[in-house]
């Protein structure tokens, strides 16, 4: 579960932020829209690559692990506070040999 209420933006130079409920952490927190962003497409990203590994497309699979890996470096780049991209990230580098 991702978000369930946004409650106030601002602007910090380039990088928009903003505060809201993450129900899997239980708690308030500011985020960077851009990182939730390349947090999202990661998570897109690997769901796509398992369905093409359960359809024995193994090499397209693990481009799209690479892909994933990138997006979720760079949420945690562009926030290195975002949680939940470093989890991804982390489960992302472990997970590669197992799951392809």
Known sequence: MHCNNSLRSYCNGDNIRFFHYHSWCKGWIFCSVEASLKNYKGELTVEEAKNLAQAGKKEEAKKLIEEAKKD????????????????NLSRISMAIPVTL
């Open 72 to 87: 979720f470096k760079e949420a945690v780049a562009i926030d290195p506070n975002y949680v939940k991209a470093k989890k």
